[in-house]
């Protein structure tokens, strides 16, 4: 099974951010214009203070774009896969 760890990066306060939502783009977090020909798009958030932050790359943490780490728990994995 693999397990998509989350990506910590720098993130500026109130700055315009795309969260990638198709898995496509290099960094798989954040858009960068890969799924274009997906019906998927990014969700667009910021920050209030700046700082390092972890983001999702599991695609399966409950907040969407910040990780809950989810990506270790694999009952949660497992029922994702039966629905
Ligand atoms: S590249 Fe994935 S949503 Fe834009």
Redesign the pocket.
């Known amino acids: 099974m693999v397990f998509f760890r989350p990506v910590y990066t720098y993130l500026e306060a109130d700055k315009k951010y795309h969260f ?6 290099e960094d798989g977090v954040l ?5 274009k020909g997906t019906p ?3 969700t667009k958030f910021t920050v209030k203070k700046s700082g390092n932050f972890y983001l999702c790359k599991c695609k399966k943490c409950y907040n969407g774009i910040f990780c809950d780490s989810n990506h270790t728990k694999k009952e949660k994995l497992t029922l994702d896969f039966e629905v």
């Open positions: 990638c939502n198709c898995g496509k783009s858009c960068d214009g890969s799924h998927l798009t990014p």
